[in-house]
């Protein structure tokens, strides 16, 4: 169940959010062994004029960012398998956006599985007591 989170420098663009949003989804659900039914994306834009690197805006730069920041529950996926995300997770966005800062970033952050679910349930719990969407929530 990532939880994805992209902020993109610019003002909004429904276009590019709308291009970017399954490509993210079906490249992070196949590279990291996730389902899409259990992916939230949320897309959030920056004016160049307010994000800096070094010191300098991107305006000043005249360069687009991004930070693309995607949670899973921890020890859900290899090494291998999470640089080959950041790899190709890098390219998809720097090819969408466009002049993109080499410092545009992806942080996959490892949360807990007691600390990290959705539905008011941890990934913890899940793993122990399954249960179907159909069935009452557990008290």
């Not at 952050?109 to 719990?125: T, V």
Request: net charge negative; charged share 20%.
């Amino acid at each position: 169940m990532p939880g994805i989170t992209l902020k993109i420098s610019g003002e909004p663009n429904l276009d590019l959010i709308h291009s970017i949003v399954p490509k993210l989804t079906t490249l992070t659900c196949e590279l990291l062994e996730k389902r899409p039914d259990q992916t939230l994306v949320m897309v959030q834009f920056l004016p160049h004029a307010q994000w800096f690197i070094d010191s300098r805006s991107l305006a000043q730069q005249g360069l687009n960012s991004f930070r693309l920041e995607v949670t899973i529950t921890d020890e859900t996926n290899t090494k291998a398998q999470k640089a080959r995300f950041l790899r190709e997770a890098f390219e998809l966005l720097a090819t969408e956006i466009g002049n993109v800062h080499a410092h545009s970033n992806i942080h996959v952050i490892d949360c807990r599985a007691s600390a990290y679910g959705y539905g008011g349930l941890s990934q913890e719990y899940k793993l122990h007591h399954p249960y179907s969407p159909d069935s009452p929530r557990p008290a």
